[in-house]
């Protein structure tokens, strides 16, 4: 089984560990896609704005210092 990350650090100074972050939704809605899982229409429409708004990427969402790609 092939292991994907959830997230990747973006900036140089100290973040919290990324296990703080399990509850956000941008995390779990990434664990839900590397299962394999699919995405129902609220999900994609919370998603594709978040990619959206955020100024640092353009196809992931920052939150505290890591990058979650999509």
Same mark, same amino acid.
Do not use: C, H, S
């Given at each position: %089984?092939? /292991? @994907? /990350?959830?997230? /990747? !650090?973006?900036?140089?100074?100290?973040?919290?560990?990324?296990?703080?972050?399990? =509850?956000?939704?941008?995390?779990?809605?990434?664990? !839900?896609? *590397?299962k394999g899982d699919k995405l129902n229409r609220a999900? !994609? =429409?919370?998603?594709?704005?978040?990619? =959206? @708004? *955020?100024?640092?990427? !353009?196809?992931?969402?920052?939150? %505290? +210092?890591? @990058?979650? +790609?999509?």
């Open positions: %089984m092939e /292991t @994907r /990350t959830i997230a /990747t !650090k973006f900036v140089r100074q100290d973040v919290p560990e990324l296990a703080t972050l399990q =509850n956000a939704k941008v995390y779990l809605l990434r664990e !839900k896609l *590397n999900e !994609k =429409n919370w998603l594709a704005e978040a990619v =959206n @708004r *955020n100024a640092y990427f !353009k196809r992931a969402v920052p939150l %505290m +210092g890591y @990058r979650f +790609g999509f």
